[in-house]
């Protein structure tokens, strides 16, 4: 199940990335992180930036409300989601991802 984090106002989401493959997606679940195919390089922050714009396009919220808090420079990321609840998100993320236990 995904462990998503109250934190204020803001939800922090756990994702695994894969970079460089051949297309950017949601893959499923890894253990309770988020896994997302990217074909950015883990090369300057392209693989992080594209990380964040593959999350906004998804969750329909503006770039400016995500922010990496943890994992940089790691596959495991930690991404703060700003003013929404942890129910909001886990219920666009089930209307998006019906086969996936959020």
């Not at 493959?21 to 090369?43: E, H, I, M």
């Not at 919220?61 to 994992?71: M, N």
């Not at 790691?74 to 886990?90: D, F, G, N, P």
């Amino acid at each position: 199940m995904l462990d998503l984090r109250q934190s204020g106002t803001d939800v922090v989401l756990p994702v695994v990335v894969q970079p460089r493959a051949s297309r950017d997606a949601v893959a499923g679940l890894r253990g309770n992180a988020l896994k997302l195919l990217l074909t950015a390089p883990p090369v300057e922050g392209a693989a992080n930036d594209a990380c964040l714009r593959l999350l906004a396009g998804l969750l329909g919220v503006s770039r400016a409300r995500l922010s990496i808090i943890r994992g940089e420079k790691a596959r495991q990321k930690l991404i703060r989601i700003a003013h929404v609840t942890a129910e909001e998100l886990r219920a666009r993320l089930q209307g998006l991802f019906p086969d996936f236990d959020l």
